[in-house]
């Protein structure tokens, strides 16, 4: 056990600059205008603040498409992670009241369970005191990026099925 909180402190320090503060690993070019400003962010918690925009609208009332208040929950869910090659595997979430436009959206991730290379977020979204979004998030970190993983081995690509 001790050993194992040794390795996590170890990594712990590629993430913080020389003021101890931690430092974004993933996700660098997410558009901050579209998912959310980071207001803190520490080791498995983040809190990130969206501002409602005209590009963000469902329709001519003022309702926010619900795609912009997901994707801020998710980039939460990845920075709360802050591993350079994590992915997002599944999600369960509910959107509790509508957003509309000019609001303000605080989001706040927490990681709740590590296994392995798993990571389960669990997020929740506000505006002013009304909670508008809570969703647990299933993370797990790559090896490489996601979109670089060799998923099928050559001989499986050539022949178009698996072997058995």
């Given at each position: 056990m001790?050993?194992?909180q040794?390795?996590?402190?170890?990594?712990?320090?590629e993430y913080r600059n020389t003021e101890n503060e931690v430092m974004i690993q993933t996700h660098e070019k997410v558009n901050q205008n579209l998912c959310g400003e980071v207001i803190k962010m520490e080791e498995g918690y983040v809190e990130l603040s969206l501002e409602t925009i005209p590009d963000m609208l469902a329709d001519e009332v003022g309702l926010i498409h619900g795609g912009f208040i997901f994707g801020a929950a998710d980039y939460?869910?990845?920075l709360a992670v802050n591993e350079r090659n994590v992915v997002l595997v599944a999600s369960d979430c509910q959107f509790l009241s509508p957003v509309k436009l000019h609001d303000v959206v605080d989001v706040v991730a927490k990681v709740r369970h590590k296994e392995g290379r798993k990571r389960n977020v669990h997020v929740q979204?506000?505006?002013l005191d009304i909670k508008v979004f809570e969703g647990e998030f299933k993370t797990v970190i790559t090896d490489k990026h996601v979109l670089k993983l060799k998923l099928l081995d050559e001989e499986e690509q050539k022949s178009g099925t698996p072997e058995s």
């Open positions: 001790k050993n194992e040794l390795d996590d402190e170890l990594e712990l320090e939460a869910a990845m979204a506000f505006v």
